[in-house]
T-cell receptor
Framework: GDSVTQMEGPVTLSEEAFLTINCTYT??????LFWYVQYPGEGLQLLLK?????DKGSNKGFEATYRKETTSFHLEKGSVQVSDSAVYFC?????????????FGEGTQLTVNP | GAGVSQSPSNKVTEKGKDVELRCDPI?????LYWYRQRLGQGLEFLIY????????KSGLPSDRFSAERTGESVSTLTIQRTQQEDSAVYLC??????????????FGSGTRLTVV
């Protein structure tokens, strides 16, 4: 079945550091890929998405590129801020099999210190 | 409405009592989902509605859990005879259609349930 694997957290960075959160997936067919962010005490918000191979999703300085050859969708940001501290979830939707729901990774806690 | 609305935002209940959690999805969204998130953990799928029917309820953890949706709108998640392990944040999400159309979900802010 479909699955998503994220790098384990927690991740702690200093402000203005470079961020990478790894995400790899297993799915049949050609899934769409998503990153969601959950700020403390809030629900999940869609951060960015990509629907086909080589697409790059971007939002708020974050980027992720859909790499079919490596089945990956790593999240990157060039210079993190304290306000980026949150939990980040990678997710996929498979057109071929899932149909009914997104499959989420376990989440990666990011803390950015001033 | 403009977003997915959940109520109550917080609920403290005594062990053994029944609770009802409500979700108002975005108007016109046909797909509705319930997830559970225990403290410090990922998302656990509970149930999915397409319209008023639930084609996938495979995530409901026991027969104490049930959910319904009416008018292709509001959904209620009911937990009977609550146990301490039911303590979690219950998240509702909606989507214009099944997620294979790449819309993703819009989540509500959740209901934090504490069973004492």
């Amino acid at each position: 079945g479909d699955s998503v694997t994220q790098m384990e957290g927690p991740v702690t960075l200093s402000e203005e550091a470079f961020l990478t959160i790894n995400c790899t997936y297993t799915a049949t067919g050609y899934p769409s890929l998503f990153w969601y962010v959950q700020y403390p005490g809030e629900g999940l918000q869609l951060l960015l998405k990509a629907t086909k191979a080589d697409d790059k999703g971007s939002n708020k300085g974050f980027e992720a590129t859909y790499r079919k050859e490596t089945t990956s969708f790593h999240l990157e940001k060039g210079s993190v801020q304290v306000s980026d501290s949150a939990v980040y979830f990678c997710a996929l939707s498979s057109r071929e099999t899932s149909g009914s729901r997104l499959t989420f990774g376990e989440g990666t806690q990011l803390t950015v210190n001033p | 409405g403009a977003g997915v609305s959940q109520s109550p935002s917080n609920k403290v209940t005594e062990k053994g009592k029944d609770v009802e959690l409500r979700c108002d999805p975005i108007s016109g969204h046909t797909a509705l989902y319930w997830y559970r998130q225990r403290l410090g953990q990922g998302l656990e799928f509970l149930i999915y509605f397409q319209g008023n029917s639930a084609p996938d309820k495979s995530g409901l953890p026991s027969d104490r859990f049930s959910a319904e949706r009416t008018g292709e709108s509001v959904s209620t998640l009911t937990i009977q005879r609550t146990q301490q392990e039911d303590s979690a944040v219950y998240l509702c999400a909606s989507s214009p259609d099944r997620v294979r159309l790449n819309y993703g979900y819009t989540f509500g802010s959740g209901t934090r349930l504490t069973v004492v």
